[in-house]
T-cell receptor, first 117, second 113 residues
Framework: SAVISQKPSRDICQRGTSLTIQCQVD?????MFWYRQQPGQSLTLIAT?????????ESGFVIDKFPISRPNLTFSTLTVSNMSPEDSSIYLC??????????????FGQGTRLTVV | EDKVVQSPLSLVVHEGDTVTLNCSYE??????LLWYKQEKKAPTFLFML????IEKKSGRLSSILDKKELSSILNITATQTGDSAIYLC?????????????FGGGTRVLVKP
């Protein structure tokens, strides 16, 4: 199984500021996924980070608010920009165990618990 | 739009009880159904199901998929307090924009001593 290191583990931020979350994987993966889990809710996919191309965003999420970098096959960052209290959530990165997400399970990083005050 | 619905939303049982969790889905280009256990932040993988009628077991946990009924169940027998968690169901589907998982709302299980 892939070892995924995500940081920070948690943060409390002032509204209007930005936070960058990092995700490091111990092996090369083609696709990395970023999820948001709002309090009491399930996981919602924000975007798919592809190496060498722009991230693919899901409906309701835009690049200006959640810019993503994917400089190589083992690393990605998600930035939550101009934060408001509604951005308080757990943010999770995820990778498939093998190259094809449809034939394998996905593993998750430890998550980042963000509180915006 | 793909939908994954889990029931019940939550339940409270005592140690030793058996629980059955349900997951139903409406997705196009279904490929797989996955169960996860979430205790703190990171979901941990339990099962992946792709074929109908084939039960997967891991200790006291088991799961089965019914593609005709578009549903799956997760059973936990002889529950322990360590089974207290949110159980998430996710469905994998092949999409033109890229393959992805859609998660259900989860079932919160509390096992009392």
């Amino acid at each position: 199984s892939a070892v995924i290191s995500q940081k920070p583990s948690r943060d409390i931020c002032q509204r209007g500021t930005s936070l960058t979350i990092q995700c490091q994987v111990d092996s090369q993966v083609t696709m990395m996924f970023w999820y948001r889990q709002q309090p009491g809710q399930s996981l919602t996919l924000i975007a798919t980070a592809n190496q060498g191309s722009e991230a693919t965003y899901e409906s309701g999420f835009v690049i200006d608010k959640f810019p993503i970098s994917r400089p190589n096959l083992t690393f990605s960052t998600l930035t939550v920009s101009n934060m408001s209290p509604e951005d308080s959530s757990i943010y999770l990165c995820s990778v498939p165990r093998t190259g094809n997400l449809m034939n394998t399970e996905a593993f998750f990083g430890q998550g980042t618990r963000l509180t915006v005050v | 739009e793909d939908k994954v619905v889990q029931s019940p939303l939550s339940l409270v049982v005592h140690e030793g009880d058996t629980v059955t969790l349900n997951c139903s889905y409406e997705v196009t280009n279904f490929r797989s159904l996955l169960w996860y256990k979430q205790e703190k932040k990171a979901p941990t993988f339990l099962f992946m199901l792709t074929s109908s009628g084939i039960e997967k077991k891991s200790g006291r946990l088991s799961s089965i998929l019914d593609k005709k009924e578009l549903s799956s169940i997760l059973n936990i027998t002889a529950t322990q307090t360590g089974d207290s968690a949110i159980y998430l169901c996710a469905v994998g589907a092949i999409k033109a924009a890229g393959n992805k998982l859609t998660f259900g709302g989860g079932t919160r299980v509390l096992v009392k001593p």
